[in-house]
């Protein structure tokens, strides 16, 4: 199986490649549009700020061709983030395969969440083996509202959607390369799509 993981200046790629060699794959790391496009599985890391990411989506193109894709594509926290129409962190326009906005936390809570928490009303094969409150590592100040493509949810002073899917697109906020044996369950899952 040809998986590509996007290799865009913003992502953890390193620890996403480690996990999915530890599943027995071997993924590319690549910015190519062509190499991305031909790929049978697409997997879209992302930490920092969006709009420095949103940027360097920018100057490659691929804020163009990631919408585009037809093929399985994983968004992985800020990833599955810039998936949706916008986010707040510097005031980001995204990508608009979710429709959904992205918001901060409150000052209520400790910003940011970081740490483990559970996930709940796991919908899709993207969960398949796993049990309703499964814990996962998630380090985020924001978040994606619950809305018509949420797939699983987080509750963190407010219950937002911790994962999301729409056609041939899955987000995930949480850090599945980090979350032990469940993390690669859903990684696993995502591969044999």
């Known amino acids: 199986m ?3 993981i996007i290799d865009y200046g913003a992502g953890n790629t390193k620890s996403v490649q480690f996990a999915c060699n530890r599943l027995g794959y ?18 879209f890391p992302g930490v920092g700020h969006a709009s420095n990411a949103m940027k360097m989506l920018q100057e490659s193109g691929l804020d163009v061709l990631i919408p585009t894709l037809k ?13 949706c129409n916008a986010t707040e962190e510097g005031a980001t326009k995204g990508l608009g395969v979710f429709d959904v906005q992205v918001i901060r936390f409150s000052d209520k809570v400790k910003v940011p ?29 924001y978040y994606a509202e619950l809305c018509d493509n949420t797939i699983a949810q987080t509750n963190y002073g407010v219950t937002y959607s911790s994962a999301l899917k729409k056609n041939n697109f899955y987000g995930v906020q949480f850090h599945p390369e980090k979350s032990s044996l469940e993390g690669e369950d859903v990684l696993r899952n995502f591969l044999n799509l």
């Open 2 to 4: 040809n998986i590509v």
């Open 71 to 83: 093929q399985p594509v994983l968004g992985i926290c800020l990833g599955m983030q810039l998936l």
């Open 113 to 141: 969440q970081m740490g483990w928490n559970t996930i709940s009303n796991l919908k899709t094969n993207l969960f398949m083996g796993l049990k309703n409150n499964a814990y996962m590592y998630l380090v985020h100040s």
């Open 26 to 43: 071997d993924p590319i790391l690549t910015n190519s549009s062509e190499l991305i496009k031909a790929a049978d599985k697409v997997i």
